[in-house]
């Protein structure tokens, strides 16, 4: 049980940061109306977002240990 907590946990931060990452994606090439502008900015932002997710996911694992 406690391992299964720990796995959600885990990976819990990263999909919902890809989640986000993917709506941020859409809204940016709704509003600019071009796929490249997405992209890039998609790119600017996954970087820290996916290291946020990370520290973010290490926090929560180390509650549960």
């Known amino acids: 049980m406690k391992k299964g907590i720990r796995?959600?946990?885990?990976?819990?931060?990263?999909?919902?940061?890809?989640?986000?990452?993917?709506?941020m994606f859409n809204l940016v090439k709704y509003v600019s109306g071009s796929h490249w502008i997405a992209l890039i900015v998609g790119f600017i932002i996954l970087i820290p977002l996916l290291i946020l997710a990370g520290k973010i996911s290490d926090f929560l694992v180390s509650l549960v240990k």
Do not use: F, H, R, S
């Open 7 to 23: 796995w959600l946990l885990e990976y819990l931060p990263q999909g919902l940061a890809l989640i986000l990452l993917d709506y």
